[in-house]
C-alpha cells in the first residue's frame, strides 16, 4: 500500500469499527434518532420471555398465582400494548384451585429508579379461569388486578440498558413513553 494512502485507510478502519462498536448498542434499541429511542414488539418479547414464570403471593401467601407465557402485541393504530398470560392459582390445603389466561391493555411510563419502561394503568381485557369454584367467585378479577397493580408499581415490562442510558446526548433525559405505529417510542426531554 502506498505510504501516502495509509491514513486514509487507518481512518476508514477506524470509522468501521465505531460504526460496529455503535451496532452493538442498536441491539438494545431498535433506533436512537435525534429525540428519541425507539423499541420493537421481539425486543420486549424477547425480555418478557426471559423473566418469567413468576410467582405472586396474596392474603399473606393463602393464595399465589403464576404467570407464565407471556404474549406481547403493539397493535398499531393504538396507542397501548396488549399483553396475555397464562395464570395458575393456588391456594393453601386446595392445591391448585385453576389454570386459564387473562389479557390486560395498558399504556407504558418510565421510573428512573427502575431505568426501566412499567405498565401505566393496565385495564384487565378478559380473563378465561375454568374451574376455579367457589374458592374463587367474585375474587378472580380483583387476585388479576392485584397482581397487576404489584407488577406494575415493582417490575419493569422493559429496562433500558445502562450503556444506552449513558449515551443518551448531552442534558438530554427520558421523557414521554408512547406506542406509535405498532413500536415502543420513548421520547428525549431536555436541552
Avoid: W
Amino acid at each position: 500500500m502506498s505510504p501516502r494512502f495509509r491514513p486514509l485507510a487507518s481512518t476508514v478502519l477506524l470509522g468501521l469499527l465505531l460504526l460496529l462498536a455503535g451496532c452493538g448498542t442498536m441491539n438494545a434499541v431498535t433506533g436512537f434518532f435525534g429525540d428519541q429511542l425507539s423499541f420493537t414488539e421481539p425486543q420486549l418479547q424477547k425480555r418478557l420471555d426471559r423473566s418469567f414464570p413468576r410467582e405472586f403471593d396474596k392474603l399473606g401467601g393463602l393464595v399465589s398465582a403464576t404467570l407464565s407465557h407471556p404474549r406481547l402485541s403493539l397493535a398499531g393504530g393504538d396507542d397501548r400494548l396488549r399483553l396475555g398470560f397464562d395464570i395458575g392459582v393456588s391456594a393453601i390445603g386446595a392445591g391448585d384451585v385453576a389454570r386459564g389466561r387473562f389479557a390486560v391493555a395498558s399504556r407504558l411510563r418510565y421510573d428512573p429508579a427502575t431505568q426501566g419502561l412499567h405498565l401505566d394503568n393496565p385495564e384487565l381485557l378478559s380473563v378465561d379461569l375454568p374451574g376455579s369454584g367457589s374458592v374463587m367467585k367474585g375474587g378472580t378479577r380483583e387476585l388479576i388486578n392485584a397482581v397487576l397493580a404489584e407488577y406494575a408499581r415493582q417490575e419493569p415490562l422493559y429496562r433500558i440498558d445502562n450503556d444506552v442510558l449513558d449515551r443518551l446526548p448531552r442534558g438530554k433525559h427520558i421523557g414521554a413513553t408512547l406506542i406509535e405505529n405498532g413500536k415502543i417510542v420513548v421520547k428525549l426531554d431536555g436541552h
